[in-house]
């Protein structure tokens, strides 16, 4: 049809010689005619031309990094329709080391960098998009549908080795009434480099002096040699061996709290800076993240741990994605600006759907619009 259209416009051009009176209207209907077959062709083009796929491809996002953000991410990447998410586990340490060296674009961690290494890559960004915490819990026959009150000071004793039973006088004194075994403590730890664990030592370096001063807080601590210590990969293998060793001890991502409540361990409460044993709810870990957005500064590097206040958990965290500040190109910079942004709204990743299941909290709107927001707009081709 179209060539006909074209034919039919030539003739009536020509037809123009032979009728001198009609010669300017012949000419112009002529004229007017091509030009329209002429758009109506390019229209069809360019609707086949994007109609074949042949448009710009989907951005693939890959992800690697903490356990605890893993169980989010693959949440998130099931429902973003902009992007091709592809999520993984693998520890805060791999995510970090990954992204730093460009082996995966977004390294997800439960700690930002260390001050050495955010020095020596000055490009690499942390951004924190959301808040987390910790549970300590225990596989003790008798008593693990009992919530024991655990402070730093005990939980520390547990893992330098100077407390190993149960029935020790230390955790004696906090339960009363609590028939505790007289079996000595298996505590178990992490056995890759892990944002779980800077978050637990934070907490007992703030909340235990001698910690602090000899081991301190980091993602892979020179753990003290106890006897009876046991290790785990992520979070899934703390609870694999905690599951298949009674009378153990460990630090899990409340992201895990389906787990931890189907394999029925027991989960403590623990006494916070001001001396209150508390329970690990999401309202008590943003009672404890607001005593701190006064504080954070605009790189977002902040330990959230031992909070001030009664109802404060004291092992809370913000949780970050480590991205490099220059994308290989404009494409994939706009894409992960997309999703990140999606990631922190209240309308998009950080909707009660995503967080609630997974115990995890959104970052307060200041911090969102204030901190987060900025950094990821530093994000460029």
Same mark, same amino acid.
């Given at each position: 049809?179209?060539?006909?259209?074209?034919?039919?416009?030539?003739?009536?051009?020509?037809?123009?010689?032979?009728?001198?009176?009609?010669?300017?209207?012949?000419?112009?209907?002529?004229?007017?005619?091509?030009?329209?077959?002429?758009?109506?062709?390019?229209? *069809?083009?360019?609707?086949?031309?994007?109609?074949?796929?042949?448009?710009?491809?989907?951005?693939?996002?890959?992800?690697?990094?903490?356990?605890?953000?893993?169980?989010?991410?693959?949440s998130w990447a099931g429902n973003y329709t902009n992007a091709s998410i592809q999520p993984?586990?693998?520890?805060?340490?791999?995510?970090?080391?990954?992204?730093?060296?460009?082996?995966?674009?977004?390294?997800?961690?439960?700690?930002?960098?260390?001050?050495?290494?955010?020095?020596?890559?000055?490009? *690499?960004?942390?951004?924190?998009?959301?808040?987390?915490?910790?549970?300590?819990?225990y596989n003790v026959p008798g008593i693990n549908n009992v919530h024991l009150n655990l402070?730093?000071?005990?939980?520390?004793?547990?893992?330098?080795?100077?407390?190993?039973?149960?029935?020790?006088?230390?955790?004696?004194?906090?339960?009363?009434?609590?028939?505790?075994?007289?079996?000595?403590?298996?505590?178990?730890?992490?056995?890759?480099?892990?944002?779980?664990?800077?978050?637990?030592?934070?907490?007992?370096?703030?909340?235990?002096?001698?910690?602090?001063?000899?081991?301190?807080?980091?993602?892979?601590?020179?753990?003290?040699?106890?006897?009876?210590?046991?290790?785990?990969?992520?979070?899934?293998?703390?609870?694999?061996?905690?599951?298949?060793?009674?009378?153990?001890?460990?630090?899990?991502?409340?992201?895990?709290?389906?787990?931890?409540?189907?394999?029925?361990?027991?989960?403590?409460?623990?006494?916070?800076?001001?001396?209150?044993?508390?329970?690990?709810?999401?309202?008590? *870990?943003?009672?404890?993240?607001?005593?701190?957005?006064?504080?954070?500064?605009?790189?977002?590097?902040?330990?959230?741990?031992?909070?001030?206040?009664?109802?404060?958990?004291?092992?809370?965290?913000?949780?970050?994605?480590?991205?490099?500040?220059?994308?290989?190109?404009?494409?994939?910079?706009?894409?992960?600006?997309?999703?990140?942004?999606?990631?922190?709204?209240?309308?998009?990743?950080?909707?009660?759907?995503?967080?609630?299941?997974?115990?995890?909290?959104?970052?307060?709107?200041? *911090?969102?619009?204030?901190?987060?927001?900025?950094?990821?707009?530093?994000?460029?081709?």
């Amino acid at each position: 049809n179209i060539v006909r259209y074209i034919i039919f416009g030539h003739l009536i051009y020509h037809f123009q010689e032979s009728s001198p009176e009609n010669h300017m209207n012949t000419r112009n209907v002529a004229i007017t005619i091509i030009v329209a077959v002429i758009v109506v062709v390019a229209g *069809v083009v360019a609707y086949e031309h994007f109609s074949s796929g042949t448009s710009a491809p989907k951005q693939t996002i890959t992800e690697a990094g903490s356990s605890l953000l893993f169980p989010v991410f693959n949440s998130w990447a099931g429902n973003y329709t902009n992007a091709s998410i592809q999520p993984a586990a693998g520890g805060s340490g791999l995510g970090i080391s990954q992204a730093i060296t460009g082996q995966t674009d977004i390294g997800a961690s439960d700690a930002y960098l260390p001050e050495a290494t955010a020095n020596a890559n000055p490009y *690499v960004m942390n951004i924190p998009i959301l808040i987390s915490y910790q549970y300590i819990a225990y596989n003790v026959p008798g008593i693990n549908n009992v919530h024991l009150n655990l402070s730093a000071n005990v939980i520390a004793g547990i893992y330098m080795g100077k407390i190993t039973n149960w029935n020790d006088s230390a955790i004696r004194a906090a339960n009363h009434g609590v028939n505790l075994p007289d079996h000595s403590i298996s505590p178990i730890h992490r056995s890759d480099g892990s944002g779980d664990t800077f978050m637990f030592t934070s907490f007992l370096s703030k909340g235990n002096s001698t910690w602090n001063t000899t081991i301190g807080a980091s993602t892979a601590p020179n753990w003290p040699s106890v006897s009876k210590a046991l290790t785990g990969d992520g979070n899934t293998g703390i609870i694999a061996t905690m599951k298949s060793n009674q009378y153990s001890i460990g630090y899990i991502a409340a992201t895990y709290n389906k787990t931890v409540t189907a394999d029925g361990f027991g989960i403590a409460h623990l006494q916070n800076r001001d001396g209150k044993y508390v329970s690990p709810t999401v309202q008590n *870990v943003i009672t404890a993240a607001s005593k701190y957005l006064n504080d954070i500064p605009a790189s977002g590097t902040i330990a959230l741990q031992y909070a001030p206040g009664p109802t404060s958990y004291p092992i809370a965290d913000m949780e970050y994605v480590i991205v490099k500040q220059n994308q290989t190109s404009q494409a994939k910079a706009t894409a992960m600006q997309d999703f990140l942004k999606w990631a922190v709204s209240s309308t998009g990743g950080s909707q009660s759907k995503y967080l609630d299941q997974l115990d995890l909290a959104p970052l307060p709107p200041a *911090v969102v619009n204030n901190v987060t927001i900025p950094l990821i707009n530093k994000i460029a081709g």
